[in-house]
């Protein structure tokens, strides 16, 4: 496809090239005018060809320049129509008045003269209509549809196709051409009166463009008046240019188009406002839902309903008030005094329900607004409110006439005001969501924050093995665990359950880690212990709350080790010597139950000799109580059966043994507690 | 979880049904924190149908156990399930609370 400006180039150097051949031959042939008849026919026919090129360059000129405008800058289209083209009238007259001067004053008459402006003039007239035809044809095609596209096509083809006539010189006016020329002429009529443009003027532009078009259908006065009534037929011009279908069909549809707009656009001034405020309507409508997209605050959202609102209703009197904590507080006002708003309010509510739109046109008929003393006699009451019922504000509306909110308008701002509610709840998520985010990053803050509360590595000794386990439910938990190395032979180990789970039971947990290794400096016996963290977390466990542990002092010299049990799992436990398995059945009261003295009563001391081999599995009800589908718990028994199983392997073995049998029982049932599982086996002590 | 309970002269008798979790235990720890509980001598406590009691269904009790207690007022579990007794005795409370296996016998032990 070649290059539109070497389109441009070729065209403008044909039509160029005719108009000079075929003014040059005009006037050759008047210098020679006893031509033989046969000449004279050629070069006639020459004029006519000649013509049809000069006419076709111009239009395709045109049609090619025209299409490159772009944008629905209408005024700019006429405006361009007119600077551009319409201003050859003038010149034309111009040219016209200079001829009729010079032969009143020099000479009788110049046919060379009257050819040369006659030949100029036709130039511009064809440019003129060429333009106003393609600038025509944006505005038709404006918001086209397919068939509307179609029809244009057709027009364009049919229309060039009139050139045909005067090329092969057919006479038009015949009984077979002046019918399908009569029915060209009523599509153009057709076509004509597709002028959605119009509307889309604003009152200001309008009126622009009723000038233009007015000053453009001057030009084409001018033009007109220029061909029909200077030119006598006894002038002798050789050709008469506009005796051209092409040109009078063309001529006939800008002339027709001009104008149509014309009227329309000046018939259709009373309504435009009513077109412009739709329009406003839709803009600000389109405001409304994307200031979510940008960012704003309610605040910004509220303040573009209230100028929309006044705008949508042209309300003269206005306020905006947005529910807060207690009653309401007032963001917008217009043409409102605080004490005028409080009158009006506490009218408006002692005569309405809440939550309902209420509209009075006739606030003249009621006395106490009467008594107010203002000026407003119609009032309109929007409140904001969800489909769920949930009331963010009330807007208020008052005109100085009666009936002033009729239904069009009652429901445009209805519009915004659901669409603010949409807005505002938006925003409100928008916010929630990025809060919740936030929550998250503080509970994985959290969540790692209390792993690193509980010990990774075990101190490891030739005495004995020991491997731990443990799971939240949630990102941080209650469970926890820890050891202390008392002396060279002697380790305290702890395991603990804080009531509830979460973000308070973590809190808990931390401050039972500070306990016990505060006061395990003191190598305290395990009874001794758990009194006394019974005594501290009087001051610091809420009334429902409560902590279950155990507490477990081993002495590898000693080949035994002490323990309590604070309302904690009962430990599992094998004895390799019996071959037993068994849970020791101690009694031992939760700390935080009872929170005085008499708690030492309610904890008891356990001392137990260990033999290499025996097995103690300490966990939290986390792991017994994990449920499968049936909602049935693992359960004790089943704990106790699986170490009976694995009691020969060692620490790791049997601690992944455990969890993976408790993770078979409850399948795919997420956790509801958190778990902690604790191996430990006792070995023969080995000579370094 | 669905709590009811029945009213006769000074003994109000409260029924669990269902799992006391964490959200449910608000429900009960409301009912008993109602200043009318206060009114009589003695709360009974069927636990027929409780199928599961979580840490923070015994908080509740454990925190109204010394109000109770001050007030007189005796508080007395029965009909308690295997499993559910036996999270109470994990954790200490049977030494702590009164349960019992029957209504006849909590109604015997509340009149003693």
Not at chain 1, 501 to 520: C, D, P, R, T
Request: aromatic residues 14%.
């Amino acid at each position: 496809m070649p290059n539109p400006v070497n389109f441009k180039k070729t065209f403008l150097f044909i039509a160029v090239l005719s108009w000079f051949l075929l003014l040059g031959n005009i006037l050759l042939n008047h210098s020679q005018s006893q031509l033989s008849a046969s000449l004279a026919g050629v070069s006639d026919y020459l004029n006519y060809i000649l013509k049809a090129a000069f006419v076709i360059a111009i239009f395709m000129l045109q049609r090619i320049s025209v299409n490159s405008i772009k944008g629905l800058d209408f005024i700019g289209y006429l405006w361009k129509l007119f600077t551009r083209a319409g201003i050859t009238a003038y010149i034309c007259i111009v040219l016209y008045l200079g001829y009729e001067v010079y032969t009143n004053y020099y000479t009788d008459t110049n046919l060379y003269l009257l050819e040369v402006i006659y030949t100029i003039n036709f130039a511009f007239f064809i440019y003129f209509i060429a333009k106003a035809f393609y600038i025509w044809r944006r505005l038709i095609l404006f918001q086209k549809t397919k068939a509307l596209d179609f029809e244009w096509r057709w027009f364009e083809i049919l229309l060039y196709s009139t050139i045909l006539l005067s090329i092969f010189r057919l006479d038009y006016t015949s009984i077979i051409f002046i019918p399908l020329l009569a029915l060209l002429a009523l599509y153009v009529l057709f076509l004509s009166s597709h002028l959605k443009w119009v509307a889309y003027l604003t009152s200001g532009k309008r009126w622009r463009s009723i000038f233009l078009l007015l000053a453009i259908l001057l030009s084409q006065g001018i033009f007109i008046w220029y061909f029909t009534e200077t030119i006598p037929e006894t002038s002798g011009i050789q050709l008469n240019y506009l005796d051209d279908p092409f040109i009078l069909l063309a001529g006939m549809f800008v002339v027709t188009y001009t104008g149509i707009s014309f009227l329309v656009a000046f018939f259709s001034l009373p309504t435009s406002s009513v077109f412009e405020q739709k329009r406003d309507d839709l803009l600000n409508f389109q405001r409304l839902t994307q200031l979510i997209q940008q960012g704003e605050d309610e605040q910004q959202v509220y303040k573009t309903l209230f100028d929309s609102a006044i705008k949508a209703s042209n309300t003269d009197a206005a306020w905006l008030e947005i529910l807060i904590d207690e009653g309401s507080e007032v963001i917008e006002v217009l043409n409102l005094e605080e004490s005028n708003i409080v009158q009006i309010r506490n009218l408006v509510q002692s005569f309405i329900i809440t939550n309902v739109d209420y509209i009075n046109g006739n606030l003249d008929n009621n006395i106490h607004f009467k008594a107010l003393q203002l000026p407003y006699k119609s009032i309109y009451v929007v409140p904001l409110k969800s489909p769920q019922l949930r009331t963010y504000g009330v807007l208020y509306l008052l005109k100085d006439i009666e009936q002033g909110y009729d239904r069009e308008t009652v429901n445009v701002i209805r519009t915004f005001a659901s669409q603010t509610i949409l807005t505002i709840e938006n925003l409100r998520l928008a916010s929630e969501a990025l809060q919740n985010e936030r929550y998250k990053e503080e509970l994985k803050i959290a969540s790692s924050v209390q792993d690193s509360l509980i010990p990774k590595t075990f101190p490891r000794d030739t005495w004995f093995e020991i491997s731990c386990f443990s799971q939240a439910a949630k990102e941080v938990g209650g469970d926890f665990y820890d050891f202390l190395q008392l002396s060279e032979s002697r380790i305290a180990i702890i395991i603990g359950d804080v009531s509830g789970k979460g973000i308070s039971a973590a809190f808990h947990m931390a401050q039972m880690k500070g306990i016990f290794h505060g006061l395990m400096q003191d190598d305290l016996e395990p009874v001794k212990f758990m009194v006394k963290a019974n005594q501290a977390l009087t001051h610091c466990l809420e009334r429902t709350s409560f902590i279950t542990s155990a507490l477990y002092i081993i002495d590898y010299k000693m080949r035994g080790f002490f323990f309590a049990r604070a309302g904690h799992c009962h430990t599992l436990y094998y004895n390799s010597m019996t071959e037993e398995t068994f849970y020791f059945n101690t009694d031992g009261l939760g700390l935080g139950i009872i929170r005085d003295q008499s708690y030492g009563k309610r904890i008891h001391n356990m001392h137990y000799d260990y033999n290499p081999g025996d097995v103690m599995v300490i966990y939290t009800d986390g792991i017994v109580e994990a449920r499968n589908i049936k909602q049935e718990e693992y359960g004790e028994d089943r704990l106790r059966e699986m170490l009976a199983q694995t009691y020969h392997l060692n620490a790791d073995d049997i601690k992944y043994a455990i969890i993976n049998d408790v993770n078979d029982f409850s399948q795919d049932m997420p956790i509801h507690d958190d778990q902690t599982l604790i191996v430990i086996k006792f070995l023969n002590v080995q000579q370094n | 979880m669905k709590i009811t309970h029945q009213i006769n002269d000074k003994t109000i008798t409260i029924s669990l049904d269902g799992e006391l979790d964490a959200s449910s235990s608000v429900m009960l720890d409301e009912e008993l924190s109602k200043p009318e509980i206060m009114l009589f001598s003695k709360i009974l406590v069927d636990c027929e149908r409780l199928n599961y009691i979580s840490s923070a269904g015994l908080g509740v009790f454990i925190s109204h156990l010394q109000r109770f207690e001050d007030a007189q007022i005796k508080l007395i579990f029965f009909n308690m399930q295997e499993k559910v007794k036996n999270v109470f005795e994990i954790l200490g409370l049977d030494l702590l609370m009164t349960i019992v296996s029957s209504y006849d016998e909590a109604m015997t032990v509340a009149n003693e």
